[in-house]
C-alpha cells in the first residue's frame, strides 16, 4: 500500500515509517502541506495520513485545496490531530468526506487498523 504522510514534525514522521515500512507498505513523508498537495496531484497514494496541525498552512489548508483540485482524493485522508476536535468540526471533516479522524496520540496498532480497514 502506497501512504502519504503530511506532518511538520519530523520524528513523528520517522516513528511512523519505520512501522510502516516494516508492514511491507511504500511510505513517504511531508514535512509541509503545501509540499504534501503537490506530492498528491502528480503521484498515486492509498491512503493519506494528515496532521491538522502545521505552520502556515494547516490541515484544514490542505483538504480545502485537495477538495478544490483533486476531490477524490479527500476519501483518502485520516486526519490524526492534537486538537480536541469538537462536534461541529468533526462534523464538517467528515462532510468534506475524510476517511477517518483520530485523536493524538494514536496508537500504532490502532493506525495500521484505521489503514488496511
Known amino acids: 500500500m502506497k501512504i502519504l504522510h503530511i506532518e511538520d514534525v519530523p520524528e513523528i514522521s520517522d516513528i511512523y515509517s519505520d512501522i510502516l515500512k516494516t508492514n511491507n507498505h511504500d511510505f513517504k513523508s511531508a514535512i509541509d502541506g503545501k509540499l504534501g498537495l503537490e506530492l498528491v496531484l502528480k503521484n498515486h497514494y492509498d491512503i493519506i495520513i494528515l496532521d491538522m496541525c502545521m505552520p502556515n498552512y494547516s490541515g484544514l489548508d490542505f483538504l ?46 490502532n493506525l495500521l487498523s484505521e489503514i488496511e480497514a
Not at 64 to 87: A, F
Request: no cysteine; hydrophobic share 35%.
Open 64 to 109: 480545502l485545496d485537495l477538495k478544490d483540485r483533486k476531490s477524490s482524493e479527500i476519501e483518502k485522508v485520516i486526519v490524526v490531530s492534537s486538537l480536541k476536535l469538537d462536534e461541529y468540526q468533526t462534523r464538517y471533516l467528515t462532510e468534506l468526506g475524510v476517511r477517518s479522524i483520530q485523536q493524538k496520540p494514536i496508537s500504532i496498532q
